[in-house]
């Protein structure tokens, strides 16, 4: 199969997706066809980021250890991690007391 090639004379947002379409995987260890973009549900919302290559290989890792199928399922794995922590329950009900707070001025 011939994937475009990212060129300078694309407009970012294409370069990147190209880029990230080249390196998704395309079949699950299991001999499946790994989960494409249509298969996202419809409550999830498209967000584009910049990582670093260290954060890019971080992702790589999880692909290659069977953890994840795709970067995308790498970032929404990690915060799912990030929800797990306490420390973020108390993060969430600090900021709702300080809405409250701004609600009485």
Known sequence: ????????????AV???QVLQDHRPRTADSGQRAAA???VPEDFT??????????LATLDTLI???????????VRWAVGRLREHPAYTRLQQQIYESNELKTQF
Do not use: F, Y
């Open 37 to 39: 973009q249509d298969d």
């Open 46 to 55: 498209p967000v584009m980021t910049q990582l670093s290559a260290a954060d």
């Open 64 to 74: 290659t250890a069977g953890i994840v199928n795709s970067r995308a399922e790498g």
């Open 15 to 17: 370069r990147v997706t």
């Open 1 to 12: 199969m011939h994937h475009p090639v990212a060129t300078d004379a694309q407009p970012p």
